[in-house]
């Protein structure tokens, strides 16, 4: 039981406002009223049909691996320092926790008749080698979390009901054009702390999808990466070697209301390379080698978030942030850092944050060489 109540704070993922920091491998920010209708609501259990499902998933009482814990079809195997996927998995089993074992490799009956399991974790393992077969009986699968493991590609034939791949910190260099094909169900993809760089992705590697989050950081980017999904509403690509916006990088992504970039080498943002996001809320730019504000920020109307902070920022002027006409921003800024830059903030006018809530919203600081 002690090992079931463990479970309990990872039933929902957790979003912020104002930072986006992944705190752990269950937290996504998917706040967006729409995606969580889309996604269910991006728990770990289906949130809707609940009572259909238990009427038709048969029940086998009694069944359970050694060393685990079993409940209400959550079967919970974690730390047990297992080398392989046990044996005895209840065939109506919907949660699979193996998370934290030993496993090396997934083989082609490891799932066997597992036709109604919705979430697989598999997080902290070794696993190297996976059968291309090894998830064919998962035709509900819906969650499956294989971050922290030893993949140099992502596995061939995931399932088709796939909704959330979280992929994160493993050895994958190359992500080819037909790994996705299929997956129209899929609107989450995590796979930061990879080795991949730009020439990694294949054209088309992404065609297909309908992704609403897709978090790409902590990777080798020198650039944002060509033929993202049209669809996106959430972009993280931070922690990378990124080195300048230009103009067409962001043309595809009208949709995108968060976009990450901080902890890049970004100098230079084009001017007109934020116009193609007319409804971005919040853009992440910290901690990089910008020497000016980024232009086109007060015609960005539903703008609330900017972090700038740890750039080169030397000065900034009284129209970097907000319109000049009244009327044109639909929503105040409710954030916006700029400490740890080169400028002098008792130089900046105080009508340059006109249209922010509140001078409690304004961040600066004392800069420390």
Known sequence: MEHLLLLIPFLGLVSSELSFVQKGFWDFPMDDPNVQEEEEASGIFPTSGGAEAEDTIPFYPGLCPFGCHCHLRVVQCSDLGLKEVPKEISPDTTLLDLQNNQI?????????????????????????????????????????????????????????????????????????????????????????????????????????????YLRISEAKLTGVPKDLPETLHELHLDHNKIQAIELEDLIRYPKVYRLGLGHNNIRMIENGSLAFLPLLRELHLDNNKLS??????????????????????????????????????????????????????????????????????????????
């Open 104 to 212: 090396t490799e997934l083989r082609k009956d490891d799932f066997k008749g597992m036709h109604h399991l919705y979430a697989l974790v598999l997080v902290n393992n070794k696993i190297s080698k996976i059968h291309p077969k090894a998830f064919s009986p998962l035709h509900k699968l819906q969650k499956l979390y294989i971050s922290k493991n030893s993949l140099v590609e992502i596995p061939p034939n995931l399932p088709k009901s796939l909704v959330e791949l979280r992929i994160h910190d493993n050895k994958i260099k190359k992500v080819s054009k037909d790994v996705f094909n299929g997956l129209n169900n899929m609107n989450c993809i995590e796979m930061g702390g990879n080795p991949l760089e730009n020439s990694g992705f294949e054209p088309g590697a992404f065609d297909g999808l309908k992704l609403n």
């Open 292 to 369: 000016r504000v980024p232009p086109g920020l007060p015609d960005l109307k539903f703008l609330q978030v900017v972090y700038l902070h740890s750039n080169n920022i030397t000065h900034i002027g009284v129209n970097d942030f907000c319109p000049v006409g009244f009327g044109v921003k639909r929503a105040s800024y409710h954030g916006i850092s700029l400490f740890a830059n080169p400028v002098p903030y008792w130089e900046v006018q105080p009508a340059t944050f006109r249209c922010a809530t509140d001078r409690l919203a304004i961040q600066f600081g004392n800069y420390k060489k």
